[in-house]
């Protein structure tokens, strides 16, 4: 059963919080800027500590033994890394010699949908109409089923947890690259996860079942029968369960990965005796990375500019999105003064967000020409003067298409 809640905004409440939005805006638009700015800067560094890296980039060579005359250099090297660690799961007891394990966990949990419709008054009041549905599901964090809006919800979709854990991450501390040890930072860039076929030894399924039993009449629900088996193991996953075949409010599955022990990677990296460290550019930026697979040093470069390159045009995008939020938010006033006519306030909300988008793009490129001619002058330099020809094209043409019109003899009849 859906529950419908309705709520009601007069028009001196939602003209007060649009005021008072007018200082988030202002936060949003400055918090965009200086994420234009400061991104534009840190590519341009990033790609100067790449450049500059790459120049003085040496191979390493034979990996099989230790070369005392590459200390202090960066180098790129390809190779075999291996581990022998054995990794273990504190709760399931599985062990295994890999780089790393992982457990995954996710809860079988009555969650909360909400879909709202709103609708303008006469008098510039607003009407919100929520609607909250209730379905199960896995999830990765159990709910709270107390904070359900139904409070029929509350009692009857009532959550609970056969077992609550967290999710696991364990890593080799140890690996050889050859005669080098890779450092922290360059293993967790070892990729290549694969399912973990798991068996869970007598001991650890009876005192997972005892726990599981207590668990159920803790939360006042049926026990199971002393001989039923509620720990289900098939591959890589190990399901919670008095009904494995139907999923019930409660149960856990739990799912294992590994990275394997061995391997194939490029690095690059400067030479610390027996170890890698990052290189440290003139300007501050610090390069060093792992890639998984045999890679040249022009590829791992050309990788590393192209990573550079994305992660620039996303944060371009978030910036320019946060200014555009934050002008919407500036001039929302406009469409709540004008809402005590509905439809004139649709109409001039729909002018404001026309206008702050427009007006949001046009800022972000100008932040970021700015940006270009405070860290690439000429660049930046030149995007400007293109920017002023083509709006100064537009305007003679303008002003010539109205001369023609002027000049054109009146048709008579």
Do not use: C
Request: charged content about 15%; overall charge positive.
């Amino acid at each position: 059963m859906a529950y419908t809640e309705t709520s009601s905004k007069s028009w001196f409440d939602r003209l007060g919080n649009a005021f008072r939005g007018i200082g988030v805006g202002i936060f949003l638009l400055i918090a965009g800027t200086i994420l234009l700015w400061w991104n534009e800067g840190d590519f341009v560094n990033t790609g100067d500590a790449l450049r500059e890296a790459q120049a003085v980039t040496q191979e390493l060579g034979d990996i099989s033994k230790l070369d005392p005359s590459k200390k202090g250099k960066l180098v790129h090297a390809t190779g075999q890394f291996e581990t022998k660690d054995m990794l273990g799961d504190p709760i399931f007891g599985v062990s295994v010699n890999a780089i790393r394990l992982e457990r995954s966990v996710q809860f079988y949990q009555w969650i909360e949908r909400s879909k709202s419709t709103k609708r303008q008054k006469l008098g510039g009041g607003e009407e919100t109409v929520t609607t909250y549905t209730y379905e199960a599901a896995w999830r990765s964090n159990p709910v709270n089923s107390s904070t359900f809006k139904d409070p029929k919800a509350q009692t009857e979709n009532r959550n609970f947890v056969l077992a609550n854990m967290d999710s696991f991450t364990a890593q080799a501390t140890n690996v050889t690259f050859g005669a080098y040890r890779l450092p922290g930072f360059m293993i967790s860039s070892i990729g290549g996860a694969i399912p973990l076929n798991v068996t869970l030894s007598k001991e650890i399924l009876a005192k997972l079942n005892k726990n599981l039993a207590v668990a159920l009449k803790d939360a006042g629900r049926p026990a199971p029968g002393a001989e039923t088996q509620m720990v289900h193991v098939s591959g890589n996953t190990v399901l919670l369960s008095a009904s494995p075949t139907m999923p019930q409010i409660g149960d856990v599955r739990v799912t294992f990965k590994e990275s394997p022990p061995a391997g194939t990677v490029s690095i690059l990296g400067t030479l610390i005796d027996n170890t890698f460290g990052s290189y440290s550019a003139s300007n501050g930026k610090t390069v060093g990375t792992l890639f998984n697979g045999a890679h040249s040093l022009e590829n791992m470069y050309a990788g590393e500019h192209s990573s550079n390159a994305m992660w620039t045009w996303i944060l371009r995008a978030v910036g320019t999105l946060l200014i555009v939020l934050g002008l919407s938010a500036i001039v929302a006033p406009l469409g709540v003064l004008a809402s005590v006519i509905p439809l004139l306030g649709s109409i001039v909300g729909a002018g404001t967000g026309i206008v702050a988008l427009l007006l949001g793009l046009a800022w972000s490129l100008v932040i970021i020409s700015i940006a270009w001619l405070r860290f690439r002058p000429l660049i930046g330099g030149a995007m400007l003067a293109v920017a002023v020809i083509l709006i100064a094209l537009l305007y003679f043409k303008g002003r010539s298409r109205k001369a023609v019109a002027a000049q054109a003899p009146a048709v008579t009849n």
